[in-house]
């Protein structure tokens, strides 16, 4: 069984960065693919990025490429989520998942795990 934690969420203005991070337990953590997503009011919760179990692969979202670091750190059983240029309509609960194929996973249903979420609120 994993848990996951996130923190680091919070209120940034537009321009600004935030650092969230996830937090596992579990000595199996670090051969699980990681996700990062994110829901809005009223939206549909969506995938932001992903990183296979080595760090080797990973995945973006078009809408954050090039803004977003998705990262781990597996001897602290860590996962990040580096957010630089925030935008209003990067506001959302940022949840953390997990997926025990070690491989990076685009759709919702391939993850095991999640956390409770964080919100993320960029002003204008």
């Known amino acids: 069984q994993v848990q996951l934690v996130e923190s680091g969420g919070g209120l940034v203005q537009a321009g600004g960065s935030l650092r969230l991070s996830c937090a596992a337990s579990g000595r199996t953590f670090s051969v699980y693919a990681k996700g990062w997503f994110r829901q809005a009011p009223g939206k549909e919760r969506e995938l932001v990025a992903a990183?296979?179990?080595?760090?080797?692969?990973?995945y973006y979202a078009d809408s954050v490429k090039g803004r977003f670091t998705i990262s781990r750190d597996n001897a602290k059983n860590t996962g990040y989520l580096q957010m630089n240029s925030l935008k209003p309509e990067d506001t959302a609960v940022y949840y953390c998942?997990?997926?025990?194929?070690?491989?990076?996973?685009?759709?919702?249903?391939?993850?095991?795990?999640w956390g409770q979420g964080t919100q993320v609120t960029v002003s204008s």
């Open positions: 990183i296979s179990w080595s760090g080797g692969s990973t």
């Open positions: 998942a997990a997926d025990r194929t070690g491989r990076v996973v685009t759709t919702e249903g391939g993850y095991d795990y």
